[in-house]
Each structure stands twice: as C-alpha cells, then as structure tokens.
C-alpha cells in the first residue's frame, strides 16, 4: 500500500481517481483549493484532505510529506491554464521531490504536442515540467471523457440545438477507465518518464454521438452542425485527438449513456 497524493483530486478526473486508488487499498491524500464538505458530491469517503494552492506553493509542503506518489489531474481553463499548469508544475515537482516523493503520474490530453491551441500549449509545457524534473514520471494522455464531448453538445441548448462539430471524430472515454490507467502508472505500470496513450473503444464522428445523446436524452432540440475554428478546430479535424491503436476495452458511449439512468 503506497500513500498517494491526487491533486485537483476534487474535480471529475480527480475523484475517479481518488476512489480507484482507495478501492485498490492505497492510502490516498487530496490536495485541492477548497476541502469539499464530507456530504458534498466532490468528497470521496475514505480520503484525507488537504488545502494547497499550485501556484502560490501555499500548503505544498504539508500536501507532500509523507507521500510516495504524487498523481496530478489539475485543471485550469481561459487565462489561469498557463498560471496552473506551468508554474504550479514547476512549483509541485520541486516540493515532492525536496520531500522525497519518488514517482509521479500526469493526467494530459492526446494532441497536446501537436496542436497551437493555447491550452494545449499550457498542458504541453506542464508536461515537460514533469520530464525534465527529478521525480519518475509517467504522462497518461487521453482522449475526451464522455462527458465533456456531451457538454460540447449542450452548448448550443440556449438555441434549442445540439451542437455538432463538422470534419470533427472522437474518440471518448470514460473517466473511470483513466482512473484505472492513472492508477495503473501511479503503481509502476510504463517505464520511467514515459508517455502514455488511452482512449476510448470506439471512433465516431461527433453527428453519430450527438444523435445518441438526443435519442437517449428524449430531447427534442435539433442537431446543428457547426465549424469550430481556431487551432482546436484543426487540430480536432486533422484527427489529432484520436489514437485508435490505443484504445481501451471500456465503456462506450452509448453504454455511458445507459449508466445514467
């Protein structure tokens, strides 16, 4: 049994893999910005928790003493991602590693080392963060989770549509089947600073998808196809999101939609 530190262990990333590392018997310590109220859906019983700031290094030092491994599902979005990603790199392998922490485990996205998308960019240089530092790391790179590729769709509810990127296939996962992936590298699973790919069981393109949410949903908002610009548009129809030669044996999406209820 190791102690584990999940840092952003409170967002969805973090709290799949906060309770794969417990249900596998590991001791597990949640670094967040805000320590959840134990009734609250972001708290996962049998965790510690901890409050640290990435960037500022406030409640570093307490966060780390005593952990073997440090597993980072952080996030950040707009203008903050360069500040958390970066920075709060930097400023958590240097702590983990002064305190003796040995490995670490780096949630990322597929297409980050080939996409000019800013927060791709800011995901990318967290990554290098993590190789060049002294800790063995492991970068665990997935494809989008179920439910992000539904929130993309339900962007476009204040139009009474679903909205559906053009030229535009996922792959998507389940964040449980990361967790697993994650927690798989957090116990030495891959070579040492190595890079690691997952996604999801199947390939389809966004129209299939959103007529499967529709469908399950029982919504009646139409499918509005839509071109997204900008390097994530590109990036996404170039297919730079996919890794088909990767994919896990997982919960589809239409089998997530089930799950549901």
């Known amino acids: 049994m190791s102690r584990v530190l999940v840092v952003g262990g409170t967002g969805l990333a973090g709290r799949a893999v906060t309770a794969e590392a417990i249900d596998r018997g590991h001791e597990v310590v949640v670094a967040a910005r805000r320590v959840p109220d134990d009734d609250a859906d972001e ?11 990435l960037v500022t290094g406030d409640g570093l030092e307490e966060a780390v003493d005593g952990v073997d491994v440090v597993v980072d599902t952080s996030n950040a979005v707009g203008k903050q991602a360069a ?29 980050v080392d080939h996409s000019s998308y800013g927060y791709y960019r800011a995901k990318a240089a967290q990554e290098r963060a993590y190789l060049d530092s002294a800790l063995d790391t492991r970068i665990v790179r997935a494809t989008q989770f179920h439910d992000f590729v539904t929130a993309i769709f339900d962007r476009g509810r204040p139009m009474g549509a679903l909205l559906a990127p053009t030229g535009t296939r996922f792959q998507p996962i389940a964040v ?31 129209r299939s998808l959103a007529e499967q949410w529709k469908q399950a949903s029982g919504t009646r908002r139409y499918i509005l ?22 994919a896990v044996d997982g919960l589809g999406y239409a089998a997530w939609i089930d799950s549901r209820g």
């Open 83 to 111: 500040h958390v990603f970066a920075t709060g790199a930097q400023n958590l392998v240097h702590t983990a590693a002064r305190f003796g922490v040995h490995r670490a485990v780096l949630l990322s996205v597929v297409g």
């Open 225 to 246: 196809p839509v071109r997204l610009g900008g390097a994530l548009g590109s990036t996404w129809r170039a297919g730079r999101n996919l890794v088909p030669e990767h």
């Open 176 to 206: 449980t089947d990361v967790a697993r992936v994650l927690v798989d590298a957090a116990e030495g699973t891959g070579e040492p600073d190595s890079v690691i790919h997952v996604g999801g069981p199947q390939v389809e393109t966004a």
């Open 43 to 53: 708290y996962v019983a049998g965790a510690a928790y901890v409050t640290a700031d």
